[in-house]
């Protein structure tokens, strides 16, 4: 089977421009492109000379965690902002981070905390249903630091990549702020219910 780059119906979004979204989509479909070929080069390789390809063969497989989450993690992002922006204060969602974090507001001050993790990755927030907790944590590159099997119920794109066109890496806080103001709460919340 092959994978094909989902598209996004986004609204207009606040402080992250349409050049920025762009640049964004062309990147993230290229990690569709790549698993794809990856997949391809593994058969073909094998096909050709298993035993004497048997270094590339592994070194591809050794990629494909990169380029598989690469695609994934972006369709997460990506489709936090689709859909007319709302929230429940009262959601389970809000009760949970209450739970955790003490209130919606220091769920908020976390996740920024944890944005603020010095390099290239991702923040993510996980629903834990065997300790029935969330979870926020950093993920190096697109796959490194995931926590095995947790639906993933945020997530939050801290590469370079996804502000530059609007924010120099110095102002990577006034990027995290325009995310937080256009994710659409509801989505995050129809994640969580789902998962827990
Ligand atoms: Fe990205």
């Given at each position: 089977m092959t994978y094909t780059a989902r598209t996004f119906a986004l609204p207009e979004l606040t402080g992250l421009s349409t050049k920025q979204i762009e640049v964004h989509l062309a990147l993230y479909q290229g990690y569709v492109k790549h698993v794809n070929l990856i997949m391809e080069k593994i058969a073909a390789y094998k096909e050709a000379d298993a035993e004497g390809n048997a270094f590339a063969i592994a070194e591809m497989r050794r990629r494909l965690g990169f380029e598989f989450d690469g695609m994934r993690m972006h369709e997460y992002y990506f489709e936090q902002?689709?859909?007319?922006k709302s929230g429940d204060p009262e959601s389970a969602l809000a009760k949970a981070a209450a739970e955790k974090y003490g209130s919606g507001e220091d769920f908020i001050a976390h996740i920024k905390e944890v944005a603020g993790?010095?390099?290239?990755?991702w923040t993510v927030v996980y629903y834990d249903p065997a300790g029935k907790t969330l979870h926020t944590a950093w993920v190096d590159?697109?796959?490194?630091g995931q926590l095995s099997g947790l639906p993933i119920i945020l997530a939050l794109d801290m590469w370079e990549h996804a502000y530059m066109v609007d924010y120099v890496p110095a102002d990577k806080k006034s990027y995290v702020e325009a995310f937080l103001e256009n994710v659409n709460w509801s989505v995050i919340e129809d994640r969580f219910a789902k998962a827990s």
């Open positions: 902002f689709e859909g007319e993790t010095r390099g290239i990755g590159d697109h796959q490194l």
